[in-house]
Nanobody
Framework: QVQLVESGGGLVQPGGSLRLSCAAS????????MGWYRQAPGKQLELVAV???????NDADSVNGRFTTSRDNVKNTVDLRMNSLRHEDTAGYYC?????????WGQGTKVTVSS
């Protein structure tokens, strides 16, 4: 059974940092590019970061220079380090393969940026 479990979200002040983590099981993690997605209230799902199987990354313009993605192919985890957080980063954050697999969507982790 495929399972992706996100963690690390919370409440943070503008300018602060958070580190999200995603643990994968039930898939051959090493063969998949992974993505971090987010959905803000009332908005569509947005792809914010992608990391390839060999560790190359690509970020959305909205987070470029502030977010960093990494993966551990031994632990089957992918992390999202978020710095200089802004109000508009408030959203539910999800990891999935890239392209996404419907059965892989997890519960996500909520990030709230507020003073």
């Amino acid at each position: 059974q495929v399972q992706l479990v996100e963690s690390g979200g919370g409440l943070v002040q503008p300018g602060g940092s958070l580190r999200l983590s995603c643990a994968a099981s039930g898939i051959i993690f090493i063969i998949y590019a992974m993505g971090w997605y987010r959905q803000a209230p009332g908005k569509q799902l947005e792809l914010v970061a992608v990391i390839t199987t060999c560790g190359s990354t690509n970020d959305a313009d909205s987070v470029n220079g502030r977010f960093t993605t990494s993966r551990d192919n031994v632990k089957n985890t992918v992390d999202l380090r978020m710095n200089s957080l802004r109000h508009e980063d408030t959203a539910g954050y999800y990891c999935n393969t890239r392209p996404s697999i419907r059965e892989c969507w997890g519960q996500g982790t909520k990030v709230t940026v507020s003073s």
